[in-house]
Nanobody, 116 residues
Framework: EVQLQASGGGLVQPGGSLRLSCATS????????IAWFRQAPGKEREGVAC????????YYADTVKGRFTVSRNNPENTAALQMDSLKPEDTAVYYC?????????WGMGTQVTVSS
C-alpha cells in the first residue's frame, strides 16, 4: 500500500520558520520526483517546490523562491520542505506528492498557518 504522510505543520508568526516532512512507503522512492503542493481556502492547489529523484534538480514557484528549500533523503524514503521567512499568504494545507511516468501518489496534508 502506497503511503505518503506530510507532517510538521502548525501555527507560526510572520517571519518564522517551519520544516515539513514527508514520510513515504509502498513504492520505489528513488524512482519518483517529490513535489510539494499547497491549497489555501477558496483557492486552487498550487505547486510550491519539486525535487528530482536523485535530489540534484529542484524547482520552486516564484512565490517561495529564496525562502523555501526542498530536499530528500533516499535511504530513508523521506522528503522535507524547509520554510523560512513565512508570510501570511503561505497559510494553506501542504501536501507531498510522488510522481513518475504512470504514477501519481498523494498523501494527507498538514496545515500551516502564518499569523500574528
Amino acid at each position: 500500500e502506497v503511503q505518503l504522510q506530510a507532517s510538521g505543520g502548525g501555527l507560526v508568526q510572520p517571519g518564522g520558520s517551519l520544516r515539513l516532512s514527508c514520510a513515504t512507503s509502498g513504492f520505489i522512492f528513488d524512482d519518483h520526483a517529490i513535489a510539494w503542493f499547497r491549497q489555501a481556502p477558496g483557492k486552487e492547489r498550487e505547486g510550491v517546490a519539486c525535487v528530482g529523484s536523485s535530489g540534484e534538480r529542484t524547482y520552486y514557484a516564484d512565490t517561495v523562491k529564496g525562502r523555501f528549500t526542498v530536499s530528500r533523503n533516499n535511504p530513508e524514503n523521506t522528503a522535507a520542505l524547509q520554510m523560512d521567512s513565512l508570510k501570511p499568504e503561505d497559510t494553506a494545507v501542504y501536501y507531498c506528492n510522488a510522481i513518475r511516468s504512470g504514477n501519481d501518489y498523494w498523501g494527507m496534508g498538514t496545515q500551516v498557518t502564518v499569523s500574528s
